[in-house]
């Protein structure tokens, strides 16, 4: 493939995991955990698949780079508030990650790369999908209980990496 070809095919990847949000979200609230953490998976996984072409590729596409934050939003959002709506996660944590989600999306509208990631939000990134999937882990599977309070744990290091990494980009202002 051209690197013209990988950069099309991360984009469509892109543009796919941005599609999840809803249908991952229609799940969750008609009671279709195994559904909505199959398409959190697929999403994550996705994520990691449009980085490795563009990367193959020399490089994404500017489009690729202003967009991919936005749907890594959409896809994060959409769990977070079920979570916060089910009372599984306090609603003033979901918040302060919204409003940073808010205010880094601001900050990169502002700049010409349109801000290229730090490592830290990388790994808020990372870690937030894997604590995700497991407080969505549907509960008839085994272990649900245990992964379930796990995903919680591992959110709380998740959002003080999110505040991390906000601090970091407001420091490059």
């Known amino acids: 493939m051209t690197a013209q070809q ?3 095919l991360a984009d469509a990847l892109t543009v796919g995991r941005a599609l999840l949000g809803l249908p991952m979200l229609v799940a969750l609230q008609q009671g279709a955990p195994p559904l909505a953490w ?3 998976l697929l999403g994550g996984l996705s994520d990691g698949a449009d980085g490795w072409l563009a990367r193959r590729a020399g490089g994404g596409s500017a489009w690729g780079a202003r967009v991919d ?6 896809l994060i959002t959409a769990p977070l508030l ?3 709506q089910q009372g599984l996660l306090p609603l003033w944590a979901i918040w302060l990650l919204l409003a940073r989600e808010l205010a ?3 900050w990169r509208t502002v700049q010409s790369s349109g801000g290229p990631a730090s490592l830290s939000a990388k790994a808020k990134t990372s870690l937030q999908f894997v604590a995700l999937l497991l ?3 549907p509960p008839l599977w085994p272990v649900a209980a245990a992964l379930h309070s796990l995903g919680w744990w591992l959110f709380w290091p998740s959002l003080m ?11 490059q202002s």
């Open 135 to 137: 407080l969505l882990w």
């Open 82 to 84: 079920w979570l916060g």
């Open 69 to 74: 934050p936005l749907t890594d939003k959409i």
């Open 38 to 40: 199959v398409l959190l």
């Open 6 to 8: 990988l950069r099309r």
């Open 104 to 106: 880094v999306t601001g």
């Open 161 to 171: 990496l999110a505040l991390c990494s906000a601090l970091g980009y407001a420091r």
